[in-house]
């Protein structure tokens, strides 16, 4: 992941964001909004307007975070309007980082590292050098590096460029997908990096029993209805899936999140291969990348850099799906 300090590059990010042994993610910084007139936004800061070719994403393969701004991109058929750079596997030293050429390029600059494209937003920046990210190409800075909000711009902002209207936050569920995606993010999402990041047993033992009881929650959930609001796909749905579809193939095994797998949990296994099998949704995923990212990158955990040839995964295996309404 890599840090900035007042610009310059620091060492052991990870260190930053460790507390009496308890991982604690530090808040995204640039969280300005693009609108569709480019009016104020909810940072309240106006000036950024959905254009066609104006924005770029820079995403990683492997990360849950950026996998949902390109699970949006896809969903609304965003292709064309919003271009695209992806990072390489491995994140060392340097943190994330590019090659000079092929998929994993930096497409506007030809930087090396993203950590440049903080840089070139603030040269005096001080924070973690995370990606999502999505760039201005008007005004050369970032936007927003916060996924969950960029989604939501994705979700409406650009509705004008684009054939696909469908809504995944619409209004009159708004609260009801709020109040699940909070226990969902503390305690799934964010919950296997607290487990996989913790440094003391007591710290590690207090995620994994908040992550396994969420896990059932959801389980419960998922028996009564289809998704996770009503009967129709959300946002909550797709901020979910993208910490379903790497739990078996990473978190069990480099996480410690070994209690049960997804596939061990009927409802769960069933809802996370419908998603996967809604059309675009499998071309967004590399499970191979996913795992190599996470073994080689996180020396800490894994300082051999062994990379698990399993488990053996079908998310296009049939699903049950349609006999919850």
Known sequence: MGMLINGELA??????????????????????????????????????????????????????????????RALKKLESVISISYVEAEMLADGWTFTEEGKYQDDLFGFNYVYQLYQKADSHFTGQITVPILWDKKQNTIVNNESSEIIRMLNSAFNDLTDDKTDYYPEALRAAIDKVNLPIYNNINNGVYRCGFSTTQKAYERAFERLFSELDNVEAILSQQRYLVAD????????????????????????????????????????????????????????DYCKRHYYVSHTTINPTQIIPKGPALDFNAPHDRDRVY
Not at 23 to 29: A, L, Y
Request: aromatic share 14%.
């Open 232 to 287: 129709r796909l959300t946002e909550a749905d797709w901020r979910l899936f993208t910490t379903l579809v790497r739990f078996d193939a990473v978190y069990v095994g480099h996480f410690k999140c070994n209690l049960k797998r997804i596939a061990d949990y009927p409802n769960l296994s069933n809802y996370l291969r419908e998603l996967y099998q809604v059309p675009g949704i499998a071309q967004t995923l590399d499970i």
């Open 11 to 72: 060492d052991s990010w990870l260190d930053k964001e460790i507390s009496e042994g308890e991982f604690k993610r530090m808040e995204s910084t640039f969280r300005h909004w693009v609108t569709a007139d480019g009016s104020a936004g909810p940072s309240g800061d106006a000036g950024f307007k959905a254009e066609a070719g104006r924005y770029h994403l820079y995403v990683s393969d492997a990360c849950p975070w950026a996998h949902r701004t390109v699970i949006f």
